[in-house]
């Protein structure tokens, strides 16, 4: 029954109950004058209510593009989604698909449902106005709020965001904050109106580790108290541990591993979740933060991916089929997926 229903809802997708989100064989490309860009090419994902899942990966695999696509910010580039779904559940516990609402309603649901933020915090804020006439903009308009009322719970949630003195940096403007001040205004902005689910994409990269777990601290505590979704995109798998529950792999534009944090750090099925993995330094500071030491070889070019498996050119356990079939996305169990045609032989 399942199977024929699957057909049959192919729009509007469907949502399990409890699951916030679901992104299905997405692909979204660039059409730039160098060709197509590939950037997200088959990523499948979803998202239970008030779950955390990080998204990690070496840098260029589709990451960032894939968290765009879903808030639909790709319109001023040549970025264009060429197939799959997303199915998003509004607050009013209505299933949306994404891909097809008109632009009209989506910008609606950009920051009163899903709220994005960024390693860059100025990308987010207005240098023109003070910190407190942004949020409080924010609120008036996804929620009627009169003046009076918008700055009290403006000013309540720059304290929760822990800034200290809130009287005062309400007035400030974004250029007279630290970097790790902008970072709690942009989370404060984000939570405005509430959000189901927040999108962070690398919002501590540009910080130092001590601001960066402070910001670390604060997103976890204001996830579980708001009972939002969060995505989190990092390149960082030691960060995966310590905020998410579950972990998808991106590998070339694709997920190449999914499943609760916990199975897959412990014990990863794909080849590439293993390399990361080994890739962690085993000091406890990371002097020039950048977690990961690179994997031999390189990413294969969005531009003209490879045959097979896209890890095929890397992989320790690469046999000649690997070069020549496209592995599926398979269930290693109820919770955990892996896209690699040896994963019932290994042990890795
Ligand atoms: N506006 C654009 N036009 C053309 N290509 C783009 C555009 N934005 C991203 N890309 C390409 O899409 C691919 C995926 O990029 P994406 O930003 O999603 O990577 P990422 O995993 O977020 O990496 P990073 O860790 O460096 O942020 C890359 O090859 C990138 O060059
Ligand atoms: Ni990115």
């Known amino acids: ?23 299905r064989d997405l ?4 059409f730039t004058e160098a060709g ?21 990966g070496e840098s260029g695999s589709g990451k960032s593009v894939t968290g765009l696509t879903v808030m639909r910010l790709l319109a001023r580039t040549s970025g264009r989604v060429v197939g799959g779904s997303v199915a998003f559940r509004s607050r009013d516990g209505e299933t949306l698909d994404l891909l097809a609402l008109p632009e009209a309603q989506m910008q609606r649901l950009r920051g009163r449902d899903i709220a994005m933020i960024f390693q860059d915090p ?15 903009e924010s609120i ?34 974004p250029h007279q904050l630290s970097g790790g001040m902008r970072q709690r ?33 604060l997103l976890k505590d204001v996830q579980q108290r708001h009972r939002m979704a969060m995505i ?14 579950r972990v998808a792999v991106m590998y070339a534009s694709q997920v190449v591993e999914e499943g609760p944090v916990a199975d897959v750090l412990a014990a ?3 080849p590439y979740t293993r390399a990361l993995l080994d890739c962690i330094p085993r000091r406890d500071y990371d002097a020039d933060h950048t977690g990961l030491k690179p994997i031999p070889g390189l990413l294969p070019s969005p531009l003209d991916p490879p045959e097979g498996c896209r890890f095929h050119a890397r992989c320790t356990f690469a046999e000649p089929r690997c070069a020549a079939v496209e592995p599926a996305l398979e269930a290693v169990d109820a919770a955990h997926d892996v896209r690699c045609l040896r994963w019932r032989e290994l042990s890795l």
């Open 1 to 23: 029954m399942a199977r024929s229903e699957t057909l049959l809802a192919e729009r509007p997708p469907a949502l399990e109950p409890g699951r916030v989100l679901a992104v």
């Open 27 to 30: 692909q979204t490309f660039f």
């Open 36 to 56: 197509v860009v590939k950037a997200v090419n088959g990523v499948t994902l979803g998202l239970a209510e008030g779950e955390t899942l990080a998204i990690v």
């Open 122 to 136: 100025m990308s987010s804020l207005n240098p023109m106005f003070t910190v407190g006439e942004q949020i409080a």
């Open 140 to 173: 008036r308009i996804h929620k009627g709020r009169d003046r009076r009322a918008a700055r009290q719970e403006a000013l309540s949630l720059l304290r929760e965001v822990g800034i200290s003195d809130p009287e005062a940096r309400i007035r400030a403007y």
């Open 185 to 217: 205004v942009m989370i404060a902005l984000a939570l405005a109106c509430g959000p189901r689910l927040l999108i962070a994409d690398e919002p501590t990269t540009a910080l130092d580790v001590t601001i960066q777990a402070q910001i670390i601290a």
């Open 232 to 245: 989190f995109i990092t390149h960082d798998l030691k960060l995966v541990g310590e905020v998410a529950d």
């Open 268 to 270: 990863p099925r794909h």
